[in-house]
């Protein structure tokens, strides 16, 4: 069961990390599932992940474009390229996402510490 954690016994915090594009299956030879914290290889997107494992370890989230909200343990099978931004690649839906934060009870939080990068030119 994933753990809440409260901050002075009072407040229920979580970590939302947004995914980033470079994956553990580019430029390499790597082709087996990878779970959600060791999917993701860009630079900020890992530093964001060693932050969220320091701080907030048994409570943190990250943000994918096209599964939406992964706990770190979640497996993906398979390379994906679905982004945000970019609406031809059918990220998952505003509607998709909301279902998710209902199912997985993240509206029950009191305080949400989002970590992302600046949006730049791909």
């Known amino acids: 069961m994933h753990k809440i954690f409260f901050e002075n016994d ?3 915090v979580i970590c939302i990390i947004g995914c980033g594009k470079r994956k553990i299956w580019d430029n390499s030879i790597y082709t087996d599932p990878a779970e959600s914290k060791n999917l993701y290889t860009g630079t900020f ?3 964001c992940i060693e932050y969220a494992e320091k701080f907030h370890k048994d ?3 990250i943000l994918s474009a096209k599964y939406g909200f992964l706990l770190p343990g979640e497996t993906i099978e398979s390379p994906y390229n679905e982004c945000f931004h970019i609406k031809k690649t059918n990220p998952i839906t505003i509607g998709e996402l909301s279902s998710q934060i209902e199912n997985k009870k993240l509206n029950k939080y009191d305080k949400i510490v989002i ?3 600046k949006l730049t030119n791909h």
């Open 59 to 61: 409570y943190y989230y």
């Open 10 to 12: 009072k407040m229920k």
């Open 115 to 117: 970590l992302g990068g």
């Open 45 to 47: 997107t890992r530093k």
